[in-house]
């Protein structure tokens, strides 16, 4: 994608609100929010943000609130895709997700980041930590191409207590007493 959407000087809109573009400079652009912070994000992703936010301006398919809590997602999202490409090489191990958690209770700044998506997350409903740490399983299955294969073991990371063995679609699932 060569044309993006987005001028220097111009406004937009991503999941932590409205912003104003600095700079772009190939593959990344300065952006600084209304609250005066300042962030370096990746041009084709804040493309399809933009875009994502505009098709949900369209008449929705499905409820609002799961709308709106697919985008907010993103950035736990990120957050694993940071962790996933700074930490870890394919084939992954089963126990990726408690791993990746591992990782992030290891590095202040991911730490960080954590934290603060645990405080967006928080609702009557539902801790917002529960919902960052069911992201975070969710989208490590998702991006490693694994599926599920034994959920609730215990987790090594303070930041979960269980977690879901994970192991590759293609290859075969041995269970105790099975015999091929």
């Excluded at 959407?5 to 409205?18: A, D, H, I, K």
């Excluded at 907010?72 to 997700?97: C, G, H, M, W």
């Amino acid at each position: 994608m060569s044309d993006y959407p987005f001028e220097v000087g111009g406004r937009y809109r991503n999941r932590l609100g409205e912003y104003t573009v600095l700079s772009i400079e190939g593959e990344t652009m300065i952006v600084r929010y209304a609250d005066g912070r300042q962030q370096t994000v990746n041009v084709e992703k804040q493309a399809w943000i933009v875009q994502s936010i505009e098709d949900e301006a369209s008449p929705p398919s499905q409820p609002l609130r799961a709308r709106g809590e697919s985008q907010a997602i993103q950035p736990v999202i990120d957050l694993v895709e940071e962790v996933l490409r700074s930490n870890f090489k394919a084939p992954y191990p089963a126990d990726i997700t408690d791993q990746v958690c591992l990782a992030i209770e290891a590095d202040p700044k991911w730490l960080d980041r954590y934290h603060i998506l645990t405080k967006q997350f928080e609702s009557e409903d539902q801790s917002g930590e529960a919902t960052v740490n069911q992201a975070i399983g969710f989208h490590t299955m998702n991006l490693t191409g694994m599926v599920t294969v034994k959920s609730g073991l215990k987790a090594k990371s303070g930041l979960i207590k269980t977690y879901s063995e994970l192991a590759y679609p293609d290859l075969p699932v041995k269970n105790k007493g099975q015999q091929n």
